[in-house]
């Protein structure tokens, strides 16, 4: 079956641009994650959406990052006044899991973000 | 202490052998573990999962958990050219299993 999509896979913006980074998960995935990846280092997480609850957003750097899953499918990740320092890969994940531990996450592509 | 650690490498082993890669993690991490494969440029993709202790083996792959070391390993045997890449470990933590990751160890296989 289809597997996480994102889009767009790269964007280019202007420091102080607002982005919005788009991400179906896998049909049916209850669970949805945003990491981080910066070169040469593993995932960071994000922020966690069970459904249309947003359960966790610890992760998020700051206040300009913004993230939304209004009908429990499709999520979205907005960075508003985009910085050098956000220039990284964002990754979506999904989860067939209702938030119990031990249930797989199955990565898309990425969207590689470079802030000029 | 970071959550998960691996060594970075880059780890070198002929074509034919076993790669043996670790992991160790703190006790924030819980009893799930991932090992996820990235080629450069590409996103993580899933090869094994792990939730007891002892061994797991899937094809060529086999992951080792020791709760009591709170050490994870994944053992590559008959390792070729195409599993050169960055293997990840993952440990879940807290509810809804958000993963925390390694650095990545780099396997390099030589033909």
């Not at chain 1, 641009?17 to 040469?40: E, K, N």
């Not at chain 2, 034919?16 to 991932?34: E, H, K, M, P, W």
Request: charged share 20%.
């Amino acid at each position: 079956g289809a597997g996480v999509s994102q889009s767009p896979r790269y964007k280019v913006a202007k420091r102080g641009q607002d982005v919005a980074l788009r991400c179906d998960p896998i049909s049916g995935h209850v669970s949805l994650f945003w990491y981080q990846q910066a070169l040469g280092q593993g995932p960071e997480f994000l922020t966690y959406f069970q459904n249309e609850a947003q359960l966790d957003k610890s992760g998020l750097p700051s206040d300009r990052f913004f993230a939304e899953r209004p009908e429990g499918s499709v999520s979205t990740l907005k960075i508003q006044r985009t910085q050098q320092e956000d220039s990284a890969v964002y990754l979506c994940a999904s989860s067939p899991s209702l938030g119990d531990l031990g249930y797989e996450q199955y990565f898309g592509p990425g969207t590689r973000l470079t802030v000029t | 202490q970071k959550e998960v650690e691996q060594n970075s490498g880059p780890l070198s082993v002929p074509e034919g052998a076993i790669a043996s890669l670790n992991c160790t993690y703190s006790d924030r991490v819980s009893q799930s573990f991932f090992w996820y494969r990235q080629y450069s440029g590409k996103s993580p993709e899933l090869i094994m999962s792990i939730y007891s202790n002892g061994d797991k083996e899937d094809g060529r792959f086999t992951a080792q958990l020791n709760k009591a070391s709170q050490y994870v390993s994944l053992l590559i045997r008959d390792s070729q050219p195409s599993d050169s890449a960055t293997y990840l470990c993952a440990g879940g933590v807290e509810y809804g299993n958000k993963l925390v990751f390694g650095a990545g160890t780099i396997l390099r296989v030589k033909s």
